[in-house]
């Protein structure tokens, strides 16, 4: 059975970092790519950014390029992001997702998480 646990995620002030994990179990990790994800009260869940299997490419959204940054590590099963000069509008539950090929579709992934809140205070 396939688990994806997130962790990391609480009330932060404007211009704060937080760091996300996402720890997995029940899949061969290195063979998936991993991905983070969003979703704001009232809007839908919109992608972050991925990695690729060894961690070698990430690929973001233009809305936290420059601001945040996804790793693994793929002896600990784990995936991370690291989120700097948070706003406002980052706030929302944050998922991390694995998925066999590379995708910025929501419905393309596979399995996830069940989702850790973040929220950025003005």
């Known amino acids: 059975q396939v688990q994806l646990v997130e962790s990391g995620g609480g009330l932060v002030q404007t211009g704060g970092s937080l760091r996300l994990s996402c720890a997995a179990s029940?899949?061969?990790?290195?063979?998936?790519?991993m991905g983070w994800f969003r979703q704001a009260p009232g809007k839908e869940r919109e992608f972050v950014g991925r990695?690729?299997?060894?961690?070698?490419?990430?690929y973001y959204a233009d809305s936290v390029k420059g601001r945040f940054t996804i790793s693994r590590d793929n002896a600990k099963n784990t995936v991370y992001l690291q989120m700097n000069s948070l706003k406002p509008e980052d706030t929302a539950v944050y998922y991390c997702?694995?998925?066999?090929?590379?995708?910025?579709?929501?419905?393309?992934?596979?399995?996830w998480g069940q989702g850790t809140q973040v929220t950025v205070s003005s």
């Open positions: 029940g899949l061969t990790f290195r063979t998936y790519y």
């Open positions: 990695i690729n299997r060894s961690g070698g490419t990430t």
């Open positions: 997702a694995a998925n066999p090929r590379p995708s910025w579709v929501v419905e393309d992934w596979d399995y």
